[in-house]
């Protein structure tokens, strides 16, 4: 059982540099997310896929790009990492995005990227 | 003014004491009430969730609701060493996306 699988586990990166981060999930899910954890901040919702096809912002969007590959596979992109944005990076996937909350919305988490850009 | 504000602590208490963490909100549309917990450089996972006000519990948990006071709260009877986590109070509307609360670090010593 999978579940969510998040790489890499961890990257240091300079200034200016870009990356991917890479998700994907086993479970089939249509919706797929994209979190930032910072220390005090909780989890911000940086993008979003409700289902393959389509992306949308979430709270924090500056500075990255996504893309849903297929049904399984939701990539994160920084194009020219910064400083800020040093952080932990969780995906998610849950069933159905959007409908009153049941089994089928609760999100499933990855194991998280530790990112730091020196 | 955060949305979703939770105490971060950090919490420590003794083996077998009751845990009260707690989370107030500021939006009166959310219907719907979670709590993750996180161990430590793992991602978040599902404990419990309700919808509107109440009670709602789960062995050792009861998760409770008061939405006229916007006030969630998780309690932990007769804790664990393997209860000591982070726990993230999470909450949407139907729009589905969740807005979570920094999280309180919890350590339960033996």
């Known amino acids: 059982n999978a579940g969510v699988t998040q790489t890499p586990k961890f990257q240091v990166l300079k200034t200016g540099q870009s990356m991917t981060l890479q998700c994907a999930q086993d479970?089939?899910?249509?919706?797929m997310y994209w979190y930032r954890q910072d220390p005090g901040m909780g989890l911000r919702l940086i993008y979003y896929?409700?289902?393959?096809?389509?992306?949308d912002k979430g709270e924090v969007p500056n500075g990255y790009n996504v893309s849903r590959l297929n049904k399984r596979e939701f990539s994160l992109r920084l194009e020219s990492a910064a400083p800020s944005q040093t952080s932990v990076y969780f995906c998610?996937?849950?069933?159905?995005?959007?409908?009153?909350?049941?089994?089928?919305?609760?999100?499933?988490f990855g194991a998280g990227t530790r990112l730091s850009v020196l | 003014q955060k949305e979703v504000e939770q105490d971060p602590g950090p919490l420590s208490v003794p083996e077998g004491a009751i845990v009260s963490l707690n989370c107030t909100y500021s939006?009166?549309?959310?219907?719907?009430f979670m709590w993750y917990r996180q161990y430590s450089r793992k991602g978040p996972e599902l404990l419990m969730y309700?919808?509107?006000?109440g009670n709602k519990e789960d062995g050792r948990f009861t998760a409770q609701v008061d939405k006229s006071s916007k006030y969630i709260s998780l309690f932990i009877r007769d804790s664990q060493p393997s209860d000591s986590a982070t726990y993230l109070c999470?909450?949407?509307?139907?729009?589905?996306?969740?807005?979570f609360g920094q999280g309180t670090e919890l350590s339960v010593k033996p």
């Open positions: 479970m089939n899910h249509n919706s």
């Open positions: 309700t919808y509107s006000s």
């Open positions: 939006n009166s549309a959310f219907q719907y």
């Open positions: 999470a909450m949407n509307n139907q729009g589905g996306k969740l807005i």
């Open positions: 998610a996937s849950s069933e159905l995005s959007g409908q009153p909350l049941s089994s089928l919305t609760v999100q499933y």
């Open positions: 896929s409700a289902s393959e096809g389509t992306t």
